[in-house]
T-cell receptor, first 110, second 111 residues
Framework: DAGVTQSPTHLIKTRGQQVTLRCSPK?????VSWYQQALGQGPQFIFQ???????QRGNFPDRFSGHQYPNYSSELNVNALLLGDSALYLC?????????FGPGTRLLVL | QKEVEQNSGPLSVPEGAIASLNCTYS??????FFWYRQYSGKSPELIMS????GDKEDGRFTAQLNKASQYVSLLIRDSQPSDSATYLC???????????FGKGTRLHILP
């Protein structure tokens, strides 16, 4: 049984560009949450998708948007990238209670 | 603003000893509590979840919850060098709410 998968693993972008990160949840999981983890910090909640709708959102600007597909996979889009967006982006999937994390996508903005 | 507080460490513990990691949270009505382990450059891995006051044991790990004191801890018995990692405490108010993470405690097991 495959766990949570994310792509790409690493990404380098320049300021002002746009990026799309992808996540496939663990089999049987219907909820996907996205987190941003800066170096030395805990994961910060961006938003959560359930039944193709954004159910919860953290304190992130509208530059961060997402989508969930009928097969429960999800995308995180970030527009107008800033240097401060450089971080590890984590996707976590869940069914009911416990969240399991994917390997993450490391984004570097130059 | 809901908060989860952890001592950033590093916490250094001799191999074979008990490592004790602590966490406090601000929202009194929180219902779900999690401990994740994160190795450098890797994603968080779930170790324990606990929902009721008291102790919950799983192998060398014991989670302790005291809702009255808004305190949750993780004990690691017979610490091994492979336990060296950052340990993240996470809290959720209810099942449909977001999970809030602390900044993590760096644990270093001394061989």
């Amino acid at each position: 049984d495959a766990g949570v998968t994310q792509s790409p693993t690493h990404l380098i972008k320049t300021r002002g560009q746009q990026v799309t990160l992808r996540c496939s949840p663990k089999s049987g999981h219907d909820t996907v949450s996205w987190y941003q983890q800066a170096l030395g910090q805990g994961p910060q909640f961006i938003f959560q998708y359930y039944e193709e709708e954004e159910r919860q959102r953290g304190n992130f600007p509208d530059r961060f948007s997402g989508h969930q597909y009928p097969n429960y996979s999800s995308e995180l889009n970030v527009n107008a990238l800033l240097l401060g967006d450089s971080a590890l982006y984590l996707c976590a999937s869940s069914f009911v209670e416990t969240q399991y994390f994917g390997p993450g996508t490391r984004l570097l903005v130059l | 603003q809901k908060e989860v507080e952890q001592n950033s460490g590093p916490l250094s513990v001799p191999e074979g000893a008990i490592a004790s990691l602590n966490c406090t949270y601000s929202d009194r009505v929180s219902q779900s509590f999690f401990w994740y382990r994160q190795y450098s450059g890797k994603s968080p891995e779930l170790i324990m979840s606990i929902y009721s006051n008291g102790d919950k044991e799983d192998g060398r790990f014991t989670a302790q919850l005291n809702k009255a004191s808004q305190y949750v801890s993780l004990l690691i018995r017979d610490s091994q060098p492979s336990d060296s990692a950052t340990y993240l405490c996470a809290v959720r108010v209810n099942r449909d709410d977001k999970i809030i993470f602390g900044k993590g405690t760096r644990l270093h097991i001394l061989p």
